[in-house]
């Protein structure tokens, strides 16, 4: 578990671009067993590809006329039990930090896994959802 005043801002990052937090096994099992439509998932982390790359290329990606009717987030290494219960929903991929998932119907269409967002610059990620949300959305 990393220090609160550490990650608050990085959580913020994405809540105040309105993000919803799920910081419970609970908050993530209501949103994703009935949910409808599209939703997009964005596993924050402490990394420095989550700050310069993840969470700036998922905010860009949501400047389109299509974009996922609701927006979570969830932060490993400070959430773990909701991490964790995420997780169960981007089964078969395996635990990756950061990452992105896009849902359409409860089903994961569309995964971001670490290596895909490590070492791109935030547009291409923007870009690459921003596909998906054409295809899914």
Do not use: W
């Not at 997009?40 to 860009?60: F, I, T």
């Not at 389109?64 to 964790?84: I, S």
């Not at 791109?120 to 990620?125: M, Q, V």
């Amino acid at each position: 578990m990393y220090p609160i005043a550490l990650t608050t801002p990085m959580a913020q990052d994405l809540t105040e671009y309105g993000f919803e937090s799920l910081e419970t096994p609970a908050d993530v099992e209501q949103v994703f067993e009935n949910q409808q439509g599209t939703a997009l998932l964005v596993v924050n982390s402490v990394c420095g590809c989550a700050a310069a790359m993840a969470r700036p290329g998922a905010k860009h990606s949501l400047k389109n006329a299509k974009r996922p009717d609701h927006l979570y987030t969830v932060f490993a290494g400070v959430d773990a039990e909701a991490t964790a219960k995420a997780r169960e929903y981007l089964l078969p991929y395996p635990p990756s930090s950061p990452s992105i998932a896009l849902f359409k119907d409860g089903k994961l269409v569309h995964f971001l896994e670490r290596r895909h967002i490590e070492g791109r610059p935030a547009e291409a990620i923007a870009e690459n959802l921003r596909a998906a949300y054409e295809q899914y959305c």
